[in-house]
């Protein structure tokens, strides 16, 4: 049969302003192009629907660390203490509490 995939919209992988999580199903497969009939895994496999893989990868990026170290001595030169949260405040930047 013609089946029709369904993928979850970006903003239910958002669960707070700054964290991510797969929803419980990200996708789903229905025989009705409205997607109003879900299928279960488990219908979709014996109608010979493919299994959808997910996975999450995270990129970091970064500078030299002579570009911190630079920027730190910048900072304290406009007097902010580069080992607080002055310069974030003061840019109205949110915090966020390292864990």
Avoid: K
Avoid at 9 to 25: H, I, L, Q, V, Y
Avoid at 49 to 68: G, K, N
Wanted: aromatic share 14%; proline share 11%.
């Amino acid at each position: 049969p013609t089946g029709f995939l369904f993928l979850c919209p970006p903003e239910d992988f958002r669960c707070g302003p700054s964290s991510f999580a797969w929803p419980e199903r990200p996708w789903f497969w229905s025989l009705d192009p409205t997607g109003l009939n879900r299928l279960s895994p488990e219908e979709a496999a014996s109608l010979g629907f493919p299994e959808i893989q997910t996975q999450t990868e995270i990129e970091a990026l970064s500078w030299d660390t002579c570009v911190y170290q630079a920027l730190r001595r910048f900072h304290a030169a406009q007097g902010f203490d580069p080992d607080s949260q002055e310069l974030a405040i003061h840019l109205g930047h949110p915090l966020f509490r390292v864990m």
